[in-house]
């Protein structure tokens, strides 16, 4: 009897992302050289991709610096061989402008794409903390419920055709809800967007989609029926849903993320010491449930990516 190949298992680690603050986690990653720290021992724990944001080395505000990008990218990239994943989301406070500044500088493989505009809120964190390290933070959390995260059909199109069309970057299709899934699937009919997509569902942010495991069935019901073979899909879950989520997402065939930009926790109560131990508990979880887990080599297979000798650091 012919059996069918399991599709490897991606881990992403998302490393520092915009949402936590360094008050909220000692871990959390903030100056370049924490950065590339973090993601060497992430990479090393088995993540196949490290997706980036930068943050002040000063303060630890997100920033879109270019500069600030540089302090950090070309030095992870010297030193392991993960796909390096930026960011076009940058955070709520950010224009277009600023979001595509360092990835069109840096010219990588692979960016992120929010595939709408959406409330983005996580303004009910400010309650559990009484003190803050910087002055930002705490009108920056608690202000995240009166802001929208702008993607319009147009913005989309336009990172596509510039990172996309231009540079030859694939993008990791970030969908915080059914609608987003319909959303690609018209720039695919329109050919703007070409597959192979890799499909990033995303659950628990309020704003989007709720972390139900009956709704990551039907978003990958949905894709199944909008993208057939054509996709690549991957799951992350903020918060306590983290693993949960990623582990269902293995058992269904498809690939994982986590990391500190997702969820500051490793246990319920217990904060992560590092992004490289989250990494080292999905990698453990995936091997004990016999699914093998794609290299860089792999990804870039995947993905059909230009390669890493063809970015910008």
Excluded at 37 to 55: D, T, Y
Excluded at 62 to 68: A, I, K, M, S
Aim: charged share 20%.
């Amino acid at each position: 009897m012919s059996t069918i190949a399991r599709p490897k298992a991606i881990i992403t680690c998302a490393i520092t992302g915009a949402v936590h603050t360094p008050s909220m986690s000692e871990a959390l990653p903030v100056t370049p050289s924490q950065i590339v720290a973090s993601s060497l021992g992430a990479a090393a724990a088995g993540a196949a991709v490290i997706h980036l944001h930068a943050r002040d080395p000063v303060d630890g505000r997100p920033t879109p610096n270019p500069d600030v990008f540089m302090q950090f990218l070309p030095e992870i990239h010297a030193q392991c061989d993960a796909v390096l994943n930026i960011t076009t989301g940058g955070s709520t406070r950010m224009t277009l402008e600023d979001r595509l500044a360092a990835p069109l500088r840096v010219k990588p493989e692979l960016c992120s794409l929010n595939l709408g505009s959406m409330n983005f809120v996580f303004s009910q964190m400010a309650q559990k903390y009484d003190k803050w390290k910087h002055a930002w933070e705490k009108d920056y959390v608690e202000g995240s419920d009166d802001v929208i995260f702008r993607n319009t059909f147009r913005d989309i199109e336009r990172i596509i055709r510039l990172l996309g069309h231009e540079h030859g970057a694939r993008f990791e299709f970030e969908c915080y809800d059914v609608g987003h899934l319909y959303a690609l699937a018209d720039f695919a009919e329109r050919q703007i967007a070409k597959p192979p997509f890799f499909v990033q569902m995303i659950f628990g942010v309020r704003g989007g989609i709720g972390a139900d495991a009956a709704h990551l069935t039907h978003m990958k019901d949905t894709a199944d029926k909008l993208f057939g073979s054509d996709y690549v899909f991957s799951v992350m879950a903020a918060g306590r849903h983290q693993i949960p989520f990623a582990t269902q997402s293995a058992t269904m065939g498809g690939s994982v993320r986590v990391g500190l930009e997702d969820s500051l926790f490793i246990a319920r109560r217990t904060l992560a010491e590092s992004n490289e131990q989250q990494v080292r508990k999905i990698k453990r979880l995936l091997d004990e449930l016999g699914i093998d887990v794609a290299t860089p080599s792999d990804v870039r297979t995947m993905l059909k990516l230009k390669g890493r000798s063809n970015v910008g650091f």
